[in-house]
């Protein structure tokens, strides 16, 4: 099976409301993974999108993690990047914004 934004994003989203440890370094992994096959394929199926960066963050949000809304800020950060150097459907949202607020 190809990878794709839609698979890994329902991957990112069972971790994220897996409540297990360590579900919020897995869905950044996930992420970082989707993000690297797209700059090495270019292939807009493997495109991270707002809601891959936004359920990341969520992961971080209900995770026990210590450090875990520096780490929710740091992938916001990566989201607005990423839309600055040309990624339009990483747009940050109100959504992305409320889910690092939410600590």
């Not at 409301?17 to 807009?44: H, I, V």
């Not at 493997?46 to 936004?54: D, G, L």
């Amino acid at each position: 099976m190809k990878p794709s934004t839609f698979l890994a994003n329902q991957v990112i989203d069972a971790f994220s409301r897996s409540g297990k440890p360590g579900a919020g370094d897995r869905a950044e992994e996930l992420l970082a993974m989707l993000d690297n096959l797209y700059t090495m394929y270019k292939d807009d199926e493997m495109k991270p999108n707002a809601q891959s960066y936004t359920i990341t963050m969520n992961a971080w949000a209900k995770s026990r993690s210590f450090g875990k809304a520096k780490k929710a800020e740091k992938i916001l950060l990566k989201m607005e990047e990423a839309y600055k150097t040309g990624n339009r459907d990483a747009k940050p949202n109100v959504f992305a914004y409320t889910a690092v607020v939410s600590f």
